[in-house]
């Protein structure tokens, strides 16, 4: 599933953020399974992917994925170039794998904004136009 977030120029209440990545988000590569150790317990074991991309004329910066109370989900992600204006397509991938081996299922958490973050500090949240389920 990829998610188009909002546009470049992203304008808060303090103004203009200007060089702050703005970002396409998705959750690749989505795996459950089960195994049972020799003592008979079961384990789940989750494997996705976190994948952004940056959208024509986005800057520098980092991108804080947050669930529905503002609450970081991950650590931010480092956009360290830019996406040069006139590119015909997004910049990236920037991703980030997980595999959790657990002991009972889990919830799934939903991504549903992000705060982007520019390279001089300014900051604005941005949502999702449909959630990301994350593991």
Not at 12 to 40: A, K, M, Y
Request: aromatic share 8%.
């Amino acid at each position: 599933m990829l998610v188009l977030l909002a546009g470049c120029g992203n304008l808060s209440s303090g103004g203009v953020i200007f060089g702050g990545p703005t970002v396409l988000v998705s959750r690749e590569n989505f795996s459950l399974s089960t195994e049972t150790d020799q003592n008979g317990n079961t384990f789940y074991i989750y494997g996705y992917t976190l994948a952004l991309f940056t959208l024509p004329g986005s800057g520098v910066g980092s991108v804080v994925l947050l669930d529905a109370s503002d609450n970081p989900v991950d650590v931010p992600f480092t956009i360290p170039q830019a996406c040069p204006p006139l590119n015909p397509n997004p910049c990236g991938p920037y991703t980030r794998s997980y595999q959790k081996r657990v002991s009972a299922p889990l919830a799934p958490v939903q991504v549903v904004k992000y705060r982007t973050v520019s390279a001089n500090g300014q900051s604005k949240v941005i949502s999702l136009p449909a959630p990301i389920e994350i593991y």
